[in-house]
């Protein structure tokens, strides 16, 4: 009779066989696209890989962070040739935890305060800036410039006070912001600068004549591993940095707070958990029950980890595929730019993309409502820049009646700080108004793209 271990392992193969079996299946996608079919701005790309690999880690049954999560978070490092990386359970935790790190007391004085300013845009996604205010310090809202839809660097001088503390911007669906710039201004004033990379994975910039990936030029940056993202884990999400002191904060913010730096199921690692003094702690205290921040626990699963090894593997053919289905509407696209502001890359750029920008001009004959109709009726999905303006959204109501709590610049307000937000923002409220993105991930067929365009130039030939 064969050893237990051996029958267990010979069981194991049998299911991952069959996983992948019922993969082909089950959800295997079979035929060619055929127009009128529901064309979805993004969505999950994955084969048996992902499927054997999420099983092969339930059967484990460790189920909390372990070995998987640990591999990711090495391989992912390496992906970005970052030398730290901390998984979590959604980007909206990495942007909660980046933001949160620069405020620990461990960075002394250089550590962010309530009543600090950030430096931001008021066109993004709602968790870019819910730390800010999360943390009683005050967003400084600038205004973004077409066609990058990222933040008009011009006004960043402007910006600037004696209570700035950070810089905290999202590359815009995958276009890189001005890095030069920007982080040359933090540098000069000596401000953090935190990449908001969720949609951006895999985008490249030029600095200095060596190209790397966005997220790796601040002193933190964030990534989301949402369905609609570059890579999935279902839920999940990353924060990295080249600075141990930030990564240990990181952790042990993720982490409950706890001082203690030893893997999930490990003890001792630093080999004096029982002899040091900790605080007003009796010494000797045990250092796995030793709270260094008031933390949260924000740990992915192993699931989630195992799901994310096996997309890691297809990350670079994902980023190539979302390029080319780009520039395949850029060029289809290219000649209605009397009624579209049509995207560009930022200069020095190599972007990810994460989706099409469209914003309609004005005098184009039609309403961005009115083509968003059209394409939905075709069932061809869209989607907004996000909050378009989060100053307008009904959770910055109570800021907003205040007046108070946050500042605009534009080049029509000059910076100065205002409670009435009507058109102090313009370019971002034109994003609000105009602006619609469809999608570019590596499931739309040659196919689907054609349609979009079709679609687009069929309405506008109206």
């Known amino acids: 009779m064969p050893a237990k271990t051996n029958t267990a392992a010979a069981v194991r193969k049998r299911i991952l066989h069959e996983v992948a079996a019922y993969y082909r299946l089950a959800h295997k996608k079979h035929g060619l696209f055929v127009p009128g079919e529901r064309i979805a701005y993004a969505g999950r ?76 845009v008021a066109a993004a996604f709602p968790t870019t800036v819910a730390p800010i205010l999360q943390f009683g310090a005050t967003p400084v809202f600038v205004d973004v410039s077409l066609p990058s839809y990222n933040i008009d660097c011009d006004l960043l001088e402007t910006a600037l006070t004696r209570k700035t503390r950070a810089v905290f911007l999202a590359h815009t669906l995958g276009n890189p912001f001005n890095i030069k710039i920007i982080k040359r201004f933090c540098e000069t004033h000596n401000l953090w600068l935190i990449e908001d990379n969720c949609d951006a994975l895999g985008s490249k910039y030029c600095l200095n004549g060596a190209w790397r990936y966005t997220g790796t030029f601040g002193d933190l940056g964030t990534s989301s591993f949402y369905p609609p993202h570059h890579m999935t884990m279902g839920e999940g999400g990353a924060v990295y940095t080249d600075n141990l002191l930030l990564k240990r904060i990181v952790e042990s913010l993720r982490d409950w707070g706890r001082d203690c730096w030893c893997p999930s199921g490990k003890d001792d690692t630093c080999g004096k958990r029982f ?188």
């Open 45 to 120: 790309m994955y084969d048996h890989h992902e499927m054997t690999a999420l099983v092969d880690s339930a059967l484990e049954f460790w189920l909390t962070t372990g070995r998987f999560a640990g591999d990711f978070e090495n391989k992912f490092a390496a992906f970005l040739n970052s030398k730290h990386c901390s998984l979590v359970n959604s980007g909206s935790s990495a942007n909660l935890l980046a933001f949160a790190a620069l405020a620990s007391p461990l960075l002394g004085k250089k550590r962010i305060r309530p009543g600090d300013e950030v430096i931001t």
């Open 275 to 462: 002899s040091r003094a900790y605080g007003e702690l009796p010494l000797g205290y045990d250092h796995k029950y030793v709270y260094s921040h008031f933390g949260y626990n924000l740990k992915a699963t192993e699931m989630q980890a195992a799901v994310g090894c096996a997309q890691l593997k297809k990350l670079p053919r994902f980023v190539e595929s979302r390029k080319r289905n780009w520039d395949i509407l850029r060029q289809g696209l290219s000649d209605l730019a009397e009624y579209f502001i049509l995207p560009e890359p930022t200069p020095g750029s190599d972007p990810s993309w994460f989706g099409f920008l469209l914003t309609v001009r004005t005098g184009a004959g039609f309403t961005r409502e009115q083509i968003v109709r059209h394409l939905e009726s075709h069932n061809i999905q869209t989607r907004m820049l996000f909050a378009g303006n989060i100053l307008r959204q009904p959770c910055f109501d109570e800021f907003r009646k205040a007046g108070k709590g946050y500042r605009v610049v534009s080049a029509i307000c000059g910076g100065k700080s205002s409670g009435k937000i009507k058109n102090v923002l313009p370019v971002t409220d034109q994003i609000m108004r105009d602006t619609f993105w469809i999608g570019v991930y590596p499931g739309m067929t040659r196919g689907m793209l054609a349609h979009m365009i079709d679609t687009i130039r069929e309405f506008v030939n109206q």
